[in-house]
Structure formats: C-alpha cells, structure tokens
C-alpha cells in the first residue's frame, strides 16, 4: 500500500517536473553543448563549420590574441577584443548604476503613494514592455537624432544654436539601455521597498539618525535584496546587448553582442562567435557569483 | 522655574486630510503640562488623538498651530532626530538586520560615543530590562515580551530627558502584560524619567499613572490623578469610559448651600453634593458609580429609591442588580458577595430600595 503511493507520489512529481525539464534540457542545456562543441572545431568555408570537424583551440587563442587570426593585417592590436569585452562591462557597469540611481527614488516614490496610484503608476513603468523593444528603440532614436525631437525643442528655446551630437556615441547607447533596462530595476527594487516598514525610519530618527544616516543604516541595508536583484536583472542582459548598441551607436560602438551577432552574420565565423558566447557567459556567471559571495551576509540579514 | 515641566503643549492642533477629501482635526486644541519625573497617561478610545499628540512630542508630526516645548525649549519645529525624546513603539520597531546589541547602542553611536563605553553602557541597559547575555541575537529570536524590553532599553540608554510609550504592552497577552505594567512601573521610578504612555485600556492607566488625560475627539476632556478622574469625573465622556457609571438625566428644582435637590422624572427626588451652582430647571446628569449604591440597606442621611429588579448577575466576587425605578430610569447595582446571605439579597421581580449618600454621585452637565 504504502509502496504504491510512494509511487503514485513519485508518477506525479515525474508528470509535474518533467515537460518542464525536458524543455530545458532540449532547448537550453543541449544547445550551450553544441555552441561548446563549435569553439572548439575550425570554421568552414561558407560559414557552419568544417567537416568532419578538425579540433582546435585557435578560437580561444584569438580572442586573448587578436592578431592570430588570418585576416589580421600588420597594425593588429592583439589586444582587440579584450578591449571590447573591458569596454562592454564599463557600459554594464554604468547602465546598472544609472538604472539603480534612477530607479531607486522612483520606486520608493510610488511605494509611498496611495493603493490605486501605486496600482497606476506600476502599470506605467510595465507598459514600454507591451511594445516591441525594436520599435521603441528607434522611437528613442528619432528624439535623439540631429534634426530630432530634443536638438528641435533646446534650438526653440534657444538654449543651443547647433544641434548636439546626441546619436551614435555612447552616450546614446547607453541612454538606450537604460531606457530599455530601467524597468527590470524598479520591479525588484519596487518590491523590496514596497514590503520596508517604514516606522523603522521613523525609529532611526527618535535615536538620533538624520534623514541621510537613517537611510545608510536602516533603509538601505534592509532594500539591499532588491538593489541585488536588479543589479543581476540589468548587468547581465546589457553586457551582451547587441540590438540597442547597433541602433543607438551606428555601428560604432563594438560591444561584446554585436561582435557575436557580426561572427554569426557578415563575419560568418561561428567558431570564433561561439567561443566568444561561452566567454561572456563564463564572465557574468563569474561577476555574479563573486558579487553574492561579497554581499550574502548582508542579503541574509536583510531577509 | 522653565523647567518644571517636562513637556508643554500649547493650543495644540494637528490636521489632517481625510482620503474623502474633507480636513479632520485630529487634534483641536490641546494645552496640557507634563511635570518632570510624572508617570503621564495619554487615555482614549481609538482615533481620540493620543497617538497623535504623542507623534508630536516625538517629532514624527508638526503641529499645524500651537506649541510643544520640552523643558521649556520650544521643539514645535524641531525635526525627531534632533530631540531630546525617545519612544517605544507599539510594534517595537526593532531593527531586524542588526543583532540586539547593534540595536540598543544605535543612539549611542549616532551620538558618537566611543564603541568600549558603548558596549559597556549596553551590558548595561540590558542588565536593567533583566535580559543580560543577549547581545548577539536577533530581535526575530526573540519573543515579543523580550522584544518589548530591548525595545525599551534601546531607548532609554540614551537617558532622555521624557520617554514616550506608545501602547507598548498591546500586543503582549494579558498575564505578561500585567507583569510589564508593574515593571515598567517599577522601572521608571528607578531611572526618574518622564514618561508619556499611550494607551487605551482605563484600567493600565489606572494602574500605571501618576496622572492621566482622557481624550476624545482630539481633545482633552480631564486631566488629573486616577482617584479624581475616576471620582470626579469632569464629563459623562470620562465618567463613562473610565469605569462603570449609572446616567439618570434630572432636572435642578433648589439647591440648599451645597446639596442640590434633583427630579428624576415619575422616579422621585434625590439631593446631591456639588461645589457647582445650579439654577432651577437646569438638566442635569447623575452619574453614580455601580459600588457606591447599596440594596435593601436605607442610608438615613441619604437618598433612597423604591425600584424593581430587573436581573441578578453573579459574577463571583459580586453580584450585578439591575434595578429598574418608576420612572423607568434603570441603574446597576454592585454587591461584593461578602457572606453566603449576601448573596441573596433579592431575586428578579423583587420591590428593592436602592440607597446611596449624598456625597456619592456626581452632578454632569456634558
């Protein structure tokens, strides 16, 4: 009897956990083995790869190397890429900033509003979300371009007699990211502020915190799990952004995500742009484990 | 003598907007006096303006006109963190990503004390709530009687100069709250501080309090110690709330010097003492305590009253009459069960004299 149900038990753990398990392993799991497997062989001619394969760590070599490759003429700065990686996690690092500067204040603001204003003004920051994030792209594009909608209205009101170069640098891919990642900050960061009890600042300040000092010692520390959140929500998605820095930066700007979609694309090298793929996935999963092992403790007892 | 009051309140008034849109005064003009070292209750229902005034004292809210002074310095304007106050608060607001001690020594180092005296003066402050050892738990570890006493040495080891409770034994249950209200009693004779408490259990005020103001509907109907609020009550507002009251609306037809005759309406005459004078015809208020009436033992020098009993309640230590008059006036009589044949006094239907002294009731006029 008992024998059955432990069966039956373990039938429907099977019926619940399986769909999902196959999903991942057929469509997540086996794909990051074949990318694994296509920066270790050599590149054949039309793009795909040579076959039957030939095993090499040339791809791997590159990368640290930039003139290894058989295109690189004499002026080659081996260092190439490395610097496009470098490059790529300073406009993580500083989306991330931006976003949680900004979006920090926002989401204390609506915590602190009225249940229906709350309601309201969530919807409006999850709204952008329902339009296509190619559209809404070159929508930012259009305000930021020479003849666009910000040069017009600061030439209107005379406060600059030439447009500003607003487009295609990085200032403008990384107003796009934040534009296009600053959501995925408030929500976490929403919902850690929302759920802090807010007599605890007002028990700060009756022993003698200042505003500042409460917020240092009390708010933050107790909102941190949220700024986490969003810290991994936002880094890890930019760092490999290829569609806003192509579009906002003209081509211009080389991140580590148009350099893959360039391999995969004109460059046709797959090998090398599957070496580069587990390059930045080792990264970030570096970068985010060492930023939990610093801040467990502080997450925990914030919990 | 600027500083024989801890805490003044002048005019004070406090309002709010309402979510309907209206304005409501939460607190319309509260004057009251908090003498230095005095055990002083903040007493009323919900919604009264305790809590409130008390939020000013802390400097959680400003007044919207009036004065708060704490030792005759005016604070009206002065942000929370810069006042000399501390508070308790109901749901202790302990800090839960910092350990006890990291809890207590937060005034402290926001004062910038050096970290041995610290540590020592928190060894200290937990020796006085009877919690020693507990530096490094969390306030989660705890239950809510010792999260109740860390909360409070978390304000008092800053010795300010009033302390502020609000309502802080609310949450614990009856027997420990009890305890704490003996305790803190105890405690705040020890240390000599002011102490301002919010509450709105009559009976804690009682207990506690070396003087209590009885609020309603933001303002403070009667001030003063527990035996004249609970024998001179200035209101049928606190006569009411504080205790149990029997109301019998008359009218003034004389008064004698200081005994004033009233008519209860097809009930009869009664005479009561008053300080007050009254002129004919005036509608009046008895109000007369439950224990102060006797049954079927006429007082001489007294009133006595023909009525019929409506119910006998016997709850232990007394037995409860309901004693309806002719007039239909109905008053509740209270008879502590000191024999077995006290307790048989009278039975439902029984023609009953109810009796009390002159001296006993009390003359309201609102």
């Given at each position: 009897m008992l024998k059955f149900f432990r069966n039956k038990k373990g039938f429907q753990l099977f019926g619940l956990l399986g769909p999902g398990a196959l999903w991942i392993l057929l469509f997540f799991n086996l794909p990051i083995l074949i990318v694994l497997f296509i920066s270790f062989v050599e590149r054949g001619r039309a793009g795909s790869i040579k076959l039957p394969p030939v095993y090499t760590l040339d791809n791997y070599v590159q990368l640290f190397n930039a003139c290894t490759s058989q295109f690189a003429g004499p002026e080659c700065d081996p260092l190439l890429y490395i610097g496009i990686f470098g490059h790529s996690v300073r406009i993580g690092l500083v989306v991330t900033l931006w976003c949680i500067l900004l979006g920090y204040p926002l989401s204390y603001f609506i915590s602190k509003q009225k249940q229906v204003w709350r309601d309201t003004l969530m919807i409006l920051v999850i709204i952008p979300f329902w339009t296509n994030f190619l559209v809404r792209t070159y929508a930012l594009k259009q305000v930021l371009a020479t003849e666009g909608l910000l040069n017009s209205f600061l030439i209107n009101l005379h406060l600059i007699n030439q447009p500003l170069d607003l487009l295609f640098n990085e200032f403008a891919v990384v107003v796009g990211l934040v534009y296009g990642y600053i959501p995925f900050a408030i929500l976490p960061m929403y919902a850690s502020i929302e759920k802090f009890d807010h007599t605890l600042m007002e028990a700060a300040a009756d022993l003698g915190a200042s505003p500042a000092r409460a917020f240092w010692r009390v708010m933050l520390p107790m909102t941190l799990p949220g700024v986490v959140a969003a810290l991994v929500l936002v880094f890890v998605p930019v760092v490999g952004a290829f569609i806003t820095p192509d579009?906002?930066?003209?081509?211009?700007?080389?991140?580590?995500?148009?350099?893959?979609?360039?391999?995969?694309?004109?460059?046709?090298?797959w090998p090398f742009g599957s070496a580069m793929s587990l390059m930045l996935m080792l990264l970030v999963l570096i970068g985010v484990i060492a930023y939990f092992r610093s801040s467990t403790e502080e997450t925990r007892r914030a919990m | 003598m600027a500083n024989e009051f801890a805490v003044e309140m002048q005019?004070?008034?406090?309002?709010?907007?309402?979510?309907?849109?209206?304005?409501?005064a939460a607190v319309n003009h509260v004057t009251m006096q908090i003498k230095d070292g005095e055990f002083f209750s903040l007493l009323g229902p919900s919604g009264c303006g305790k809590t409130t005034s008390l939020r000013m004292i802390a400097g959680f809210e400003l007044p919207t006109d009036g004065k708060i002074l704490i030792h005759g310095k005016d604070m009206s304007q002065v942000p929370a963190f810069q006042r000399p106050v501390n508070t308790?608060?109901?749901?202790?607001?302990?800090?839960?990503?910092?350990?006890?001690?990291?809890?207590i020594e937060f005034g402290l180092q926001m004062k910038g004390v050096p970290r041995a005296e610290r540590s020592m003066r928190v060894s200290e402050a937990l020796e006085m709530v009877r919690l020693p050892g507990m530096e490094m738990r969390r306030p989660k570890q705890l239950s809510g009687g010792q999260q109740q006493r860390i909360a409070l040495a978390r304000a008092l080891i800053n010795k300010p100069e009033v302390l502020l409770l609000d309502e802080p034994l609310g949450a614990l249950d009856l027997k420990l709250r009890k305890e704490m209200q003996l305790e803190l009693k105890t405690l705040q004779r020890e240390v000599g501080i002011t102490f301002i408490y919010v509450t709105h259990d009559q009976e804690e005020a009682l207990t506690m309090s070396d003087r209590i103001a009885v609020m309603s509907k933001g303002v403070a109907l009667h001030i003063g110690e527990p035996d004249e609020i609970y024998e001179r009550p200035a209101t049928k507002f606190v006569a009411d709330f504080i205790g149990e009251t029997n109301f019998l609306d008359g009218v003034v037809r004389g008064q004698n010097g200081s005994i004033v005759e009233v008519e209860l309406l097809s009930t009869g005459k009664v005479y009561v003492e008053s300080s007050r004078t009254f002129t004919n015809g005036q509608q009046v208020t008895i109000a007369v305590r439950p224990e102060k009436l006797r049954l079927n033992s006429e007082i001489k020098e007294g009133n006595n009253l023909k009525g019929h009993v409506e119910e006998v309640i016997y709850i232990g230590t007394d037995t409860h009459y309901g004693v309806r008059f002719a007039g239909s006036h109905k008053v509740r009589v209270r008879e502590q069960n000191i024999t077995q044949a006290h307790r048989e006094i009278a039975k439902t239907g029984d023609e009953v004299t109810v009796s009390f002294t002159h001296t006993a009731p009390r003359l309201l006029t609102e």
């Open positions: 579009i906002m930066g003209g081509g211009k700007i080389e991140m580590i995500g148009t350099l893959i979609n360039r391999q995969f694309g004109v460059s046709r090298n | 005019d004070v008034v406090k309002k709010f907007a309402t979510p309907e849109g209206g304005i409501l308790v608060f109901q749901q202790y607001a302990l800090f839960p990503h910092m350990t006890v001690e990291q809890n």
